[in-house]
């Protein structure tokens, strides 16, 4: 019984700290009515040197279309294996596209900015689009894109 | 007097012969396995074909038929010109923020294309949300597939 109960109290001790750092994200990304085919859009995060940290989601399926997202493109030279398990259909004008991951607690507070790079067919690309610093206070302001999208929001 | 321990004897003998069963069951499956592989990469002219044979037995059989309908005569309409395209699959071709004719016949395999999964390039899509974990890039938690909707 005592080790049965000294096991418990080691697993619950391993698994709090890692359901502490990590929670939900909501990101919501409002697209305008721009008069186009769905768009094509990368989140990504750089630190705060600038460099590439990661992929959030990629809206789009087809790889032979990402050299349209230009600061993605090369930040990752494309490698699709940074966006298995996160990508999605593309955006319609118009629509919304509402993504909750569960994001590490070290993105928030820590110099991160989150970057939408967005590409519609036949019209022009758009890197950066959406470029926004994730910090806890930031949280549910919408922040207003460039050309393709209305409005995002990250929610804690 | 002391009797000779008999269970003993029989056990061993049942474990022994365990053993070789079991032996005998994976050298079978080894050479199962192994003998198609080794047929496929033998050089022409190896002698071990046997297997290779099998395998490409009836290919000549069963020629390649393509299925396309891209050569309908689908047209698209943009900026009121018809432009012929002959794919009819209403993907998206991004260039560089100018429209484009699209007379050439078959333009989803050209030169520009060349990663295009449609032409059997060597480039691969992205795994969809849900069928493999976020990637461990230190940006996602503890794996937890991400939830989509789009309104």
Redesign the interface.
């Known amino acids: 019984m005592k080790s049965l109960l000294a096991t418990l109290a080691l697993t619950t001790a391993l698994t709090l700290p890692?359901?502490a750092?990590?929670?939900?994200v909501t990101l919501t990304t409002t697209m305008n009515n721009y008069g186009g085919?769905?768009a094509?859009l990368a989140l990504y995060?750089t630190d705060a040197a600038g460099a590439y940290?990661?992929?959030?989601?990629?809206a789009g399926?087809?790889?032979?279309?990402y050299e349209?997202l230009s600061d993605w493109y090369r930040a990752t030279a494309?490698d699709?294996?940074?966006?298995?398990?996160?990508?999605?259909?593309?955006?319609g004008a118009g629509?919304?596209?509402?993504?909750?991951?569960?994001?590490?607690d070290?993105?928030f507070d820590a110099g991160y900015t989150l970057h939408i790079d967005a590409?519609?067919?036949?019209?022009?690309?758009s890197p950066n689009e959406v470029t926004v610093p994730l910090t806890t206070d930031g949280a549910g302001t919408p922040v207003t894109g460039r050309r393709y999208v209305a409005d995002f929001t990250y929610d804690m | 007097m002391v009797r000779p321990d008999w269970t003993h004897h029989t056990n061993g003998d049942t474990t022994m012969k365990k053993t070789l069963i079991l032996l005998a069951a994976t050298t079978a499956l080894s050479a199962a396995i192994a003998a198609p592989t080794w047929s496929a990469v033998r050089t022409s002219d190896s002698p071990v074909q046997l297997f290779a044979a099998i395998l490409e037995f009836g290919q000549d059989a069963m020629p390649l038929i393509l299925a396309s309908g891209d050569d309908d005569d689908d047209r698209e309409y943009r900026n009121g010109s018809r432009s012929e395209d002959d794919d009819d699959d209403r993907?998206?071709?991004?260039?560089?923020?100018?429209?484009?004719d699209d007379d050439d016949d078959d333009d989803e395999c050209d030169g520009d294309?060349q990663?295009?999964?449609d032409c059997g390039g060597s480039?691969?899509?992205?795994?969809?949300?849900?069928?493999?974990?976020?990637?461990q890039?230190?940006?996602?938690?503890?794996?937890?597939?991400?939830?989509?909707?789009?309104?």
């Not at chain 1, 750092?21 to 939900?24: C, G, Q, T, V, W």
Request: proline share 7%; glycine share 12%.
């Open positions: 890692g359901l750092m990590a929670r939900p085919d769905g094509y995060v940290a990661g992929s959030l989601w990629m399926g087809k790889s032979k279309y349209h494309g699709t294996a940074q966006i298995n398990g996160i990508t999605g259909a593309s955006v629509r919304t596209l509402e993504i909750t991951l569960d994001l590490a070290t993105l590409a519609v067919e036949d019209m022009r690309d | 993907e998206r071709k991004y260039r560089s923020g100018s429209r484009r294309d990663d295009d999964d480039a691969r899509n992205a795994a969809p949300a849900g069928t493999t974990p976020p990637p890039n230190g940006l996602f938690g503890n794996g937890t597939p991400p939830v989509v909707q789009m309104n």
